[in-house]
């Protein structure tokens, strides 16, 4: 007998009310709305108030997912949370969360660091315990509070990051819907690309270099720009000709929502027409590990999901890291 079906039963996510524009942006530091809008397709973004940590969004988002599942935290045996900002550097945010929610001590509960794209590894790890039929329920989250990341006077990042939340619930298939399959990759050759220099054991915090790399997130744009659009372009292909399936069977593509230019590009390379490809990323920004579960919760309540559809999660992020997952609904 092979391995159960497992499914996404139910999703959820949270934005902290606070909305950030381009324009009280370009109050701050030296942009404008049309350089931001033009290179990135972003118009605004959430940020979090003290109270809104990393595990706070998630719970939030959690609670969502679970009432979309029909199920409670009691009937969680595995919480992941994938995350590049929890609330402290230990515990981990999962434990955190499981506590906000009520999740039961036999639960495993940790957080997975693959940056933005920690939801695709997060769905992996899930899809692979619960498929081996030692776990029954799992709530995998992807939560970010970037805005504590934020070099705020640093105009080549600060304008591209927001905070928010995404929820999946996984579980034994009930109909239709079952995770396919996924694929993760990593580049370790890319570590400088994308990374938050100081506040591990590498420069640990207080700096004794003020002037020295700090706790907050450094970026080359334009290597990454390049690698972002082979390696989602990659992910996507080898996953679709696994299940030889063509860009065509895929009725909405959910990717990382960075950049518009990445997206299309991206978009442009499959031979999707741009609509078939769901972006939220103007009311939102760069959430990380929070912006594929963000945006296909929106997809779902905005109806662009429907039962037997195929959908295809893909992102790439710090490490490098890129992953994508084929769901069917
Ligand atoms: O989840 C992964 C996260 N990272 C990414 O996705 C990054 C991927 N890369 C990108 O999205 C783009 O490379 C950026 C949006 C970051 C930058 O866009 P770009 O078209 O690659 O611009 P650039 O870095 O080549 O900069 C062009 C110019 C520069 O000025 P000069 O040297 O040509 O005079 C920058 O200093 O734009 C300037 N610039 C800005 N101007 C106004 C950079 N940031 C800003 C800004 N406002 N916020």
Same mark, same amino acid.
């Given at each position: 007998?092979?391995?159960?079906?497992?499914?996404?039963?139910?999703? $959820?996510?949270?934005?902290?009310?606070?909305?950030?524009?381009?324009?009280?942006?370009?109050?701050?530091?030296?942009?404008?709305?049309?350089?931001?809008?033009?290179?990135?397709?972003?118009?605004?973004?959430?940020? +979090?108030?003290?109270?809104?940590?990393?595990?706070?969004?998630?719970? +939030?988002?959690?609670?969502?997912? !679970?009432?979309?599942?029909?199920?409670?935290?009691?009937?969680?045996?595995?919480?992941?949370?994938?995350?590049?900002?929890?609330?402290?550097?230990?515990? +981990?945010? +999962?434990? =955190?969360?499981?506590?906000?929610?009520?999740?039961?001590?036999?639960?495993?509960?940790?957080?997975?660091?693959?940056?933005?794209? $920690? =939801?695709?590894?997060?769905?992996?790890?899930?899809?692979?315990?619960?498929?081996?039929?030692?776990?029954?329920?799992?709530?995998?989250?992807?939560?970010?509070?970037?805005?504590?990341?934020?070099?705020?006077?640093?105009?080549?990042?600060?304008? !591209?990051?927001?905070?928010?939340?995404?929820?999946?619930?996984?579980?034994?298939?009930?109909?239709?819907?079952?995770?396919?399959?996924?694929?993760?990759?990593?580049?370790?050759?890319?570590?400088?690309?994308?990374?938050?220099?100081? $506040?591990?054991?590498?420069?640990?915090?207080?700096?004794?270099?003020?002037?020295?790399?700090?706790?907050?997130?450094?970026?080359?744009?334009?290597?990454?720009?390049?690698?972002?659009?082979?390696?989602?372009?990659?992910?996507?292909?080898?996953?679709?000709?696994?299940?030889?399936?063509?860009?065509?069977?895929?009725?909405?593509?959910?990717?990382?929502?960075?950049?518009?230019?990445?997206?299309?590009?991206?978009?442009?390379?499959?031979?999707?027409?741009?609509?078939?490809? =769901?972006?939220?990323?103007?009311?939102?920004?760069?959430?990380?590990?929070?912006?594929?579960?963000?945006?296909?919760?929106?997809?779902?309540?905005?109806?662009?999901?429907?039962?037997?559809? !195929?959908?295809? !999660?893909?992102? =790439?992020?710090?490490?490098?890291?890129?992953?994508?997952?084929?769901?069917?609904?």
């Amino acid at each position: 007998m092979g391995s159960p079906a497992i499914a996404i039963l139910g999703t $959820g996510s949270y934005a902290p009310a606070k909305v950030l524009t381009n324009d009280d942006l370009s109050k701050q530091v030296d942009t404008s709305h049309e350089w931001i809008f033009t290179r990135t397709g972003i118009c605004e973004r959430h940020i +979090a108030n003290d109270e809104e940590t990393t595990s706070f969004m998630a719970a +939030a988002a959690a609670r969502i997912a !679970l009432a979309d599942a029909g199920l409670t935290a009691a009937d969680i045996d595995l919480l992941i949370v994938a995350t590049v900002t929890p609330d402290m550097q230990m515990p +981990a945010a +999962a434990c =955190f969360v499981q506590n906000l929610l009520g999740v039961p001590a036999r639960a495993a509960c940790f957080d997975v660091n693959a940056a933005c794209s $920690g =939801f695709i590894y997060a769905l992996d790890t899930a899809w692979a315990m619960l498929a081996s039929g030692r776990y029954r329920h799992a709530l995998i989250i992807g939560s970010e509070k970037l805005s504590s990341v934020v070099n705020w006077k640093d105009r080549t990042t600060c304008v !591209l990051f927001g905070d928010g939340a995404g929820a999946a619930v996984l579980g034994p298939a009930r109909g239709t819907a079952e995770i396919l399959g996924t694929r993760l990759y990593a580049e370790g050759t890319h570590t400088n690309l994308l990374c938050i220099p100081g $506040g591990g054991c590498l420069v640990p915090e207080p700096a004794a270099n003020p002037e020295g790399p700090q706790r907050a997130i450094a970026m080359k744009g334009r290597e990454i720009f390049k690698i972002a659009v082979r390696g989602m372009e990659q992910a996507t292909r080898e996953i679709l000709a696994g299940h030889n399936l063509t860009p065509d069977h895929i009725s909405c593509i959910i990717p990382h929502q960075a950049n518009l230019r990445i997206i299309h590009a991206l978009a442009l390379y499959l031979e999707v027409p741009n609509d078939r490809v =769901f972006v939220n990323l103007e009311r939102y920004g760069n959430t990380s590990a929070a912006s594929i579960p963000l945006a296909l919760d929106e997809a779902r309540r905005s109806g662009r999901i429907k039962p037997g559809d !195929l959908t295809l !999660l893909v992102a =790439f992020g710090a490490g490098l890291t890129y992953g994508s997952a084929l769901v069917r609904w």
